[in-house]
């Protein structure tokens, strides 16, 4: 289970706006193992900034590798995104969401971790226009498991 | 021994440790600093209006208010959400702040003018109340060269209001004497020095006022009002102060008069009014705009939705139509003007309801490029204006 804070690159110039915008949030997720290095994750996040926000709700397969006390993953997720703006009369739209991306976590404790960045990509289609965003999150993970690192049985047998 | 060595390792893997969790958390501040400053200007760090990536276009919409689109320096348009945004009753005519942060809203149905602040890293509008008084029918705004002072033009009550714009906030205060007696229905207005020109559709005269540089008052020159062609709606001053042009709508033709620099009398030029096309194709001219150096004059045909584009003989005010003209403009232009670059002219459009970016040759002024981007927008338009 990670939470932490995430930050969004929100891609509000087809919305009319000069550029992007820089939104500052929440990431919360929950991941488990169906096999030994995949498993599926969900997610819920929350970025804000006055003029606009952005939501999302998404699940999908996690693939996780891990190096000593470093846990990389990289997933694909499908879900819903929400915004809601407060430009003029102001209003809200929601969109499927599609999440690419990965990151690494690093152990220092028995159950918990560092999640060191997590970057993803975030295409959206809200307001009935196309978004290509970018969020990257950091945290804390908590874990009820562990990922064994994979055996090399050459070198086991070498010692 | 073996406790040294477990020690040691213990304080390398921690050391490791520490330098991994640095370096990802640095990482990520990075990262999350090249996003923010990727893509242009974002909400939290509005762009400068002095060197604009884009640029944005207010549209008044009587029937809606104010819509707003991002001009992108290609020509695109994109619509701005959360537009239109809210003026007065019916507004018309609309201006920008000599600072770039306020637009004018003349509204036609209220008898009053908004100030409209901008939001430049959304493009959107909101009004800063109250709003200022005018005179009845309030149709057309213009301002003065040094950017002191703001005139609308009160169609119904035949009147002239004049107001002073404070620098920094945008807001009006009438001027002494402030609404000036004027001719019939004055409906379009036009400033060269510090001269005011007024055009009044149903007495198909032009009004010439002296502007009092330090109060803004308006005196009639005693030889005005000048005969014009009949119904005229667009009048536009030559940059250079030499001439100032009419466009007669009934007639389908233009009005060049020359400016006396000393007192504002106007007189018409040898062979004026002239055609608004040569082959009698272009007809009903309303709007008018001239380029930045005066070099050539356009005038959007409501009827035949043409342009006409003419240059302009700087000595005589001779105009000699472009060949090519009058360039088609779709839906029934109802204003022209040009973007602070003079790369495109935006052209209003009634019937088709629309925004239209046109390309301007740079060389020779035509319009033979054709649209670059349009945008429809549900109601009938009536003017335009874009930032710095």
Not at chain 2, 112 to 124: E, H, N, R, V, Y
Not at chain 2, 194 to 222: E, R
Request: hydrophobic share 40%; with cysteine; proline share 6%.
């Amino acid at each position: 289970m990670f939470g932490g804070y995430s930050y969004t690159r929100f891609d509000t110039r087809p919305l009319g706006f000069l550029g992007g915008t820089d939104l500052n949030g929440w990431n919360l997720s929950v991941g488990g193992n169906i096999f030994r290095n995949f498993g599926a994750v969900a997610e819920l996040t929350g970025q804000y900034e006055n003029h606009i926000n952005f939501r999302d709700l998404a699940v999908g397969p996690q693939y996780l590798y891990r190096r000593k006390s470093m846990l990389f993953f990289a997933h694909v997720l499908f879900g819903k995104g929400r915004s809601f703006d407060s430009v003029g009369m102001g209003g809200g739209s929601t969109s499927m969401a599609y999440v690419g991306g990965g990151g690494m976590d690093l152990d220092f404790r028995r159950h918990f971790a560092f999640r060191v960045v997590q970057a993803d990509y975030i295409h959206s289609a809200l307001f009935g226009l196309t978004q290509k965003n970018f969020r990257i999150s950091t945290g804390v993970e908590y874990r009820w498991g562990e990922i064994r690192q994979k055996r090399h049985p050459r070198r086991e047998a070498s010692h | 021994m073996l406790a040294r060595s477990v020690l040691s390792r213990g304080n390398r893997m921690g050391f490791n440790r520490c330098a991994v969790l640095l370096t990802g958390g640095l990482l990520t501040v990075v990262l999350a600093a090249a996003l923010a400053g990727c893509g242009g200007g974002s909400s939290s760090t509005p762009q400068s209006s002095s060197s604009p990536s884009a640029r944005y276009a207010f549209v008044t919409v009587p029937q809606a208010g104010i819509s707003s689109f991002r001009f992108d320096n290609n020509g695109t348009l994109t619509p701005v959400l959360g537009g239109p945004f809210p003026a007065g009753t019916s507004p018309t005519s609309i201006l920008l702040h000599p600072s770039g942060k306020f637009v004018y809203v003349a509204n036609q149905g209220g008898n009053d003018i908004s100030l409209m602040a901008i939001d430049f890293s959304t493009g959107a509008l909101s009004e800063v109340m109250p709003r200022t008084g005018t005179g009845v029918t309030p149709v057309a705004l213009v301002m003065d060269a040094q950017g002191k002072f703001l005139f609308a033009a009160n169609e119904s009550s035949s009147t002239i209001s004049a107001y002073t714009m404070d620098p920094s906030s945008g807001v009006l205060k009438e001027v002494t004497g402030s609404p000036f007696p004027a001719n019939p229905n004055p409906v379009a207005m036009a400033i060269s020095g510090s001269f005011l020109y007024a055009a009044n559709a149903n007495s198909a005269t032009v009004t010439a006022f002296t502007i009092d540089s330090g109060s803004g008052a308006l005196t009639q020159v005693p030889t005005s009002p000048y005969p014009v062609g009949r119904a005229p709606l667009a009048i536009a001053a030559d940059p250079n102060g030499h001439f100032i042009y009419v466009a007669n709508s009934v007639d389908s033709t233009f009005s060049v008069l020359s400016i006396d620099s000393t007192t504002g009398a106007l007189t018409n030029v040898s062979g004026s009014p002239f055609p608004v096309s040569s082959t009698a194709s272009a007809t009903f001219p309303v709007a008018e705009t001239v380029d930045s150096t005066g070099a050539n004059l356009y005038i959007a045909n409501q009827s035949s939705s043409s342009v006409s584009v003419f240059s302009i003989a700087p000595v005589t005010g001779m105009p000699t139509q472009l060949t090519d003209s009058p360039f088609t403009a779709s839906g029934a232009p109802v204003y022209i003007t040009f973007d602070p670059t003079g790369t495109f002219m935006l052209v209003v459009s009634e019937t088709s309801k629309e925004l239209a970016v046109i390309s301007v040759n740079s060389t020779t002024g035509g319009l033979g490029g054709g649209t670059v981007s349009s945008q429809t927008l549900n109601l009938t338009p009536t003017s335009v204006v874009t930032t710095k």
